[in-house]
T-cell receptor
């Protein structure tokens, strides 16, 4: 079963605009992570937010976590062509499993 | 640089063959994972291991088995490959059992079963 579900499934924006992706999950978590995947490659970790944190920043990335709604969002500001990729949220429960969602495909138009 | 290495980028196997996918990590991580990735389905967890010789089923273990004889190596075994196991297989590791950290991924193995 999918723990995380990303929304939207696909997003196309103009270079320079902000991109927002959302993730919902079902069970309680220790932390939530966001990953990026370029086409045909492995995933690369972007940012981790712990269950007792509400917001975290890293460069052009901003992640929020609302444990009461079991949801998270990833904001990429001032998007660039190189941000074109798929983005996944992943949740880590006490069982040590890391469960991924189905991902958002982000396309940045020049 | 930390590294997770999968033995093959591309594999073509015949239906009924026994297939071994190997994964090695050099970070002394306790946890290792095998996922498969299919279009529109994201990453689905097949098996994971939290210690040597320890394993737990993920969401889709049917048709697969795993082996973890050494901490750095986690093998995925397709006992009798079938065409519906054609997929991208991703291995990952993560560390610090009591303090979760991010997962590091290999580059993936694209397996085609014909």
């Amino acid at each position: 079963s999918q723990q995380g579900e990303e929304d939207p499934q696909a997003l196309s924006i103009q270079e320079g605009e902000n991109a927002t992706m959302n993730c919902s999950y079902k069970t309680s978590i220790n932390n939530l992570q966001w990953y990026r995947q370029n086409s045909g490659r492995g995933l690369v970790h972007l940012i981790l937010i712990r269950s007792n944190e509400r917001e975290k920043h890293s460069g052009r990335l901003r992640v929020t976590l609302d444990t009461s709604k079991k949801s998270s969002s990833l904001l990429i500001t001032a998007s660039r062509a190189a941000d074109t990729a798929s983005y996944f949220c992943a949740t880590d429960s006490s069982a040590s499993k890391i469960i991924f969602g189905s991902g958002t495909r982000l396309s940045i138009r020049p | 640089d930390v590294k997770v290495t999968q033995s093959s980028r591309y594999l073509v196997k015949r239906t009924g063959e026994k297939v071994f996918l190997e994964c090695v990590q050099d970070m002394d991580h306790e946890n290792m994972f095998w996922y498969r990735q299919d279009p529109g389905l994201g990453l689905r967890l097949i098996y994971f291991s939290y210690d040597v010789k320890m394993k737990e089923k993920g969401d889709i273990p049917e048709g697969y088995s795993v082996s973890r004889e050494k901490k750095e190596r986690f093998s995925l075994i397709l006992e009798s490959a079938s065409t519906n196991q054609t997929s991208m297989y991703l291995c990952a590791s993560s560390g610090m059992k009591g303090l979760r950290t991010e997962a590091f991924f290999g580059q993936g193995t694209r397996l085609t079963v014909v």
